[in-house]
């Protein structure tokens, strides 16, 4: 059975792995079986600068989901890859690097310094953080996303892989835009922008007023968003939102998703990524699939 | 997940009181491992409603038990104090940095608990049973059955001082002010773990006596790992994890708003 993945020329033996900021750094809690299964390791987001995050209370649970306005809480990248780095590396796991900048200068030199300490699968653009105190997000228009890209693809010696935002009108004109500024893959979807409000003080209860819903009340949304980008963009995208089981994460691979990624549910149960991928197997085994391509994007219309 | 994730059944599952709940489960692993201070993560539901784990303090662990206490005030504790004996809770533990084992210079070791939060010091109490320390326990609640559990810190040789709101038991005020009760001398180092209010007030008392201590903190908790960042409170040193690099700080690191 053939369950390995591209994106430009980098393999994946698996098309499981985890959102960003979702899986800490792979630190030593997490068993050694859920860490090397995983068929990439998306750290935390980086920033150039160390960020020290929104003032709490930074996350809320909701129905069937959380809001969140951590605000990228990272060391920056010269910490990122003097620290953290090595021991993702000692992993094995193929490594896509999550970064986050205020603008394509940043962009770049980060690019440049992950380029330098090399051993990378993949670099993750988070065009689409809602939490950074701006009126809109690189993901919000299709002009600043091909023009991030396009400075991103002319410094990045590794694929990149354009992470969106959902709070569009249509977040496959973004893709398309990602994919002709030379993106990789499409990285799809970032949080739904949300609000709760405790009604005895009057308040929101995310310290940062605002912040983004994830988590299975989303799923159907971010399905249906895959779905569509999948249908018009011709490189691979990956999934996620609210993937809690192997049958959840079918669903976006039949909706177009080459990858898929764990996000929230990380937090209830860290064994997540493993039974996604066990699940995956047993579908395909089920149904006499050989390749995971006969898998992707089999949707019947 | 390596050697933290496991199912445990529920051996036991009382209402204590009004107020209080106590769940003990068949843990040996757990209960070998757990340190005073820690907390385990539970799940309380299979479903998505709530959709996160709750921490709770570990109470006691001996004999391959863990016990817990908790007050049904929200959805998951009230969904937990629905269980029933022979349930099977999964259960991520022990997680967090414990409180540090008091030094033998220590001569006088005070617990300060508000209601709830004096959970962890019976765990303590019982790993300090050869501490010639003198114990103390300055307890705070709202009510009388806010104050469980004294006969078992006494059994432990932990002298007791109470308040309530009310005056219903012990003086009348906050627990804070149970401090004047005894006499505080440089070797004295403080535990702490209640409510915010409280745990500001013992780290002024603290601070204004040129006094030691640690505290345990409170946050919403998604992860209980480190991993999501959600829960972290302002300190000395920055943003922290109540959940990874806590719940135990050192009094002099909190930041109170």
Known sequence: MNISVKIGQSVFPNPVTVASGTFGHAEEFY??????KLGALVPKTVTLYPQQGNPPKRICETPAGMINAIGIENPGIDAFIDLKLPKLKATGVPLIISISAHSEDDFAVMIEKLNDAGGLSAIELNLSCPNLQKKVLV???AEATSSVVQRAKQVAKYPLIAKLSPNVTDIAAIALAAEEAGADAISMVNTFMAMAIDIKKRRSRIGNFTGGLSGPAIRPIAV????ETAAKV???VIGMGG???ADDALEFLIAGATMVAVGTYNFVDPRTPLAVLEGIKAYMKANKMTDIRELIGSIQR | MKKIQGKYKVVELVRVNDIYYRLVLDAPALAKAVKPGQFVHIRVSDHFEPLFRRPFSVYRALAGKVEIFFEPVGKGSKMLASCKKGDVLDVLGPLGKPFASPSRSVKQIVFVGGGIGVAPFMIFSDTLLKHKAEKVLLYGGRSKAHTFSLAEFKKNGVKTFISTDDGAVGVKGRVSEL?????LAPTTFIYACGPK?????VAAFACDKGLSGEASMEEVMACGLGACLGCSIPTTKGYRTVCHDGPVFDLKELVFA
Do not use: H, N
């Not at chain 1, 249906?224 to 779905?227: L, P």
């Open chain 1, 31 to 36: 068993g050694q079986e859920e860490v090397l």
């Open chain 1, 139 to 141: 993901a919000q228009s």
């Open chain 1, 224 to 227: 249906r968003m895959v779905c």
């Open chain 1, 234 to 236: 011709k490189i691979p």
């Open chain 1, 243 to 245: 993937i809690t089981s």
């Open chain 2, 179 to 183: 401090f004047s009760k005894i006499d």
């Open chain 2, 197 to 201: 209010p409280m745990m500001a007030a």
